[in-house]
Antibody
Framework: EVQLVESGGGLVQPGGSLRLSCTAFGLSFNRYYMTWVRQAPGKGLESVAKIRPDGSAKYHVDSVKGRFSISRDNSKNSLYLQMNSLTAEDTAVYYC??????????WGRGTLVTVSS | QSALTQPPSASGSPGQSATISCTGTSNDIGGYVYVSWYQQHPGKAPKLMIYEVNKRPSGVPDRFSGSKSGNTASLTVSGLQAEDEADYYCSSYAGGNNMVLFGGGTKLTVL
């Protein structure tokens, strides 16, 4: 079955760090752009970070630049999001998503990140 | 880059049609064909319903259709069914940093 499975979410204190992981099953992972999309509680969707199939280019939304870093390991069919200097505004469900020509056609179930003291 | 603008709510009766608008600028919706729509039920991940303005992925009913005029895209759901009640989000490529912009979402209620 083609699927994306996220892990690594949890409760973290303000200023803390967290690393999210996503493992891809049943797809040619190394062919696709991959993106992290987040959704704050009761709010809309926001693209956070994106990475080229070969990892040679990375893009981050302004609100996380310098704090978050996307990476991937194609040998492990895995995508990562390193999140540092977390604030309450980063509290959200983080989805791992396959992106193909600026459309998100495969979503994971999401992992919840809660930033609170 | 600002989010795309969607009405917070829309509604229609079973069997009728409902249309949701998504307004952007010439730098996003007006400038590219890469406009998509997503359906999200409570507690679930979003699902791609329309891509490249008016294309439907395999498995999406033809009751769902998309269009674009100038800087505004629209999603029309015909023959409304109870299961269509959900949040709907539009998105568009916006050039610049290669990221995708989303609308704020519209809650569709089937009366």
């Amino acid at each position: 079955e083609v699927q994306l499975v996220e892990s690594g979410g949890g409760l973290v204190q303000p200023g803390g760090s967290l690393r999210l992981s996503c493992t891809a099953f049943g797809l040619s992972f190394n062919r696709y752009y991959m993106t992290w999309v987040r959704q704050a509680p009761g709010k809309g969707l926001e693209s956070v970070a994106k990475i080229r199939p070969d990892g040679s280019a990375k893009y981050h939304v302004d609100s996380v630049k310098g704090r978050f870093s996307i990476s991937r390991d194609n040998s492990k069919n895995s995508l990562y999001l390193q999140m540092n200097s977390l604030t309450a505004e980063d509290t959200a469900v983080y989805y791992c998503v396959r992106e193909d020509y600026w459309r998100f056609d495969l979503w994971g179930r999401g992992t919840l990140v809660t930033v609170s003291s | 880059q600002s989010a795309l603008t969607q009405p917070p709510s829309a509604s229609g009766s079973p069997g009728q049609s409902a249309t949701i608008s998504c307004t952007g600028t010439s730098n996003d919706i007006g400038g590219y064909v890469y406009v998509s729509w997503y359906q999200q039920h409570p507690g679930k991940a979003p699902k791609l319903m329309i891509y490249e303005v008016n294309k439907r992925p395999s498995g999406v009913p033809d009751r769902f259709s998309g269009s674009k005029s100038g800087n505004t895209a629209s999603l029309t759901v015909s023959g409304l069914q109870a299961e269509d009640e959900a949040d709907y989000y539009c998105s568009s490529y916006a050039g610049g940093n290669n990221m995708v912009l989303f609308g704020g979402g519209t809650k569709l209620t089937v009366l």
